[in-house]
């Protein structure tokens, strides 16, 4: 009898949850008996055509492998960000694809990502259904920015918001230990969408009121009323914490950073330098002390400061986006639906990619203050669960222990 087999891969920027989606695909594969091999494509969708894959089957049944997967930070298989052209513009580079889920007998598909990672999704589903090829081609996402359409909210986020948070509570301390005016920019990754950055509003607790402003890419950044807002809070304390998005800009959609911002294989402009803009503004038109801190990828693998919930969901995500493809489903995405917020419960189901990829969901603008430099309750009481509970981690010699990634040098 010709073996079934499937085939997974990772994308995109690295997270402290993908390779809990990982693991929950693999656990899925042993568990459905729909499938007898489960390869891994070494760096996304590149490793397919490249022929460069690992058994994870076998890796599975090493003693421990499993349960270090699942707590280790970036990603196990590696990643890219490979943009495929329409299929047709240039069907050459489908061909070869398909043509090794021929050889290999693959039947299933799953690629673990976020938006850009979902344009492949969707561009494989549609030609696998344009040439009639069966297969079950399924989205698993992650991504920090927590910007996917449909789903609730992403793997990957509950964690980074967890360490922005702790990270900002820090900070606070560290400031506020001198009884000098100061202010402290703390520039977070959001391009277009400001959820990660709003998540350092959970850092106030009875004694602290920090970050005392956030500004978001939801809402236009003023320059005159920024320095209006950091004059008035200077009055009532001395030491301000600011949470800033990398992706601010003016009314005219022009980034507010410190360099010239360049473009990835998507696109996506590459940003750098809000927090430093904005210390500089400070400098020059109010003098009083001022740094910034950019926390740049710190946020996205600190897997010393993840969530339990976030891990949870993303295993239970993977081992849904087996269970999809055991039903013959296709071109669709592994999502959240949040069943109640007290106690917090959610649901697994899944939507067609065609309404998810090259999308972006921004925070509702009922949640951000009118004055457009803070957030409301009810956007931290949407964040609040999705960072609860810890795991512990293995430690040697003092320093985390996490799975061995050889096969990617």
């Not at 290999?104 to 979902?118: E, H, L, P, R, T």
């Not at 709003?198 to 607790?205: C, F, I, P, Y």
Request: charged letters at 20%; one cysteine or more.
């Amino acid at each position: 009898m010709t073996k079934r087999n499937c085939i997974v891969a990772q994308s995109g920027g690295p997270t402290t949850a993908i390779n809990a989606s990982l693991a929950g695909v693999i656990a899925g594969v042993l568990e459905s008996n729909c499938f007898d091999t489960c390869y891994g494509s070494l760096n996304g969708i590149t490793g397919v055509w490249n022929n460069s894959f690992i058994n994870l089957t076998e890796k599975a049944s090493e003693a421990g492998f499993m349960d270090k997967l699942k707590l280790s930070p970036a990603m196990y298989l590696g990643s890219c960000r490979h943009k495929l052209p329409n299929y047709e513009a240039d069907p050459d580079i489908y061909k070869t694809i398909f043509s090794r889920f021929d050889e290999m007998n693959i039947k299933a598909f799953f690629y673990i990502g976020g938006n850009d990672s979902m344009d492949t999704v969707l561009k494989l589903s549609e030609y696998a259904k344009e040439i009639g090829y069966d297969i079950s081609i399924i989205g698993v996402p992650k991504t920090i920015d927590n910007d996917l359409c449909i789903t609730d909210h992403t793997p990957g986020f509950g964690s980074a918001a967890k360490y922005i948070a702790t990270s900002m509570l820090e900070i606070a301390h560290d400031t506020t230990i001198y009884p000098v005016k100061s202010v402290t920019i703390v520039e977070i990754m959001g391009r277009d969408a400001g959820w990660l950055t709003a998540s350092a509003a959970l850092a106030r607790n009875s004694y602290n009121t920090s970050p005392d402003l956030i500004y978001l890419p939801e809402t236009n950044f003023d320059e005159d009323q920024f320095i209006r807002d950091v004059k008035l809070k200077l009055e009532e304390k001395d030491n301000l914490v600011i949470a800033v998005s990398e992706g601010i800009h003016d009314k005219e959609g022009n980034y507010i950073t410190a360099t010239e911002a360049a473009a990835d294989t998507f696109g996506h402009a590459q940003l750098s330098g809000a927090g430093k803009a904005l210390e500089m503004m400070v400098s020059e038109k109010i003098g009083v002390k001022v740094r910034s801190v950019e926390v740049n990828i710190l946020q996205r693998c600190a897997a010393h400061l993840l969530s339990k919930t976030d891990i949870d969901e993303s295993f239970e995500q993977g081992r849904h986006g087996v269970k999809l493809a055991s039903q013959n489903i296709t071109g669709s995405m592994v999502c959240i639906e949040r069943v109640s917020n007290a106690p917090y419960t959610v649901a697994y189901t899944h939507a067609n990619i065609k309404n998810i990829a090259n999308e972006a969901k921004s925070i509702p603008r009922e949640w951000i203050n009118e004055a457009g430099n803070d957030v409301t309750k009810e956007l931290i009481d949407y964040i609040y669960p999705l960072i609860q509970g810890e795991y512990t981690v293995e430690y040697k010699k003092g320093l985390p222990v996490y799975a061995e990634v050889p096969h990617l040098r």
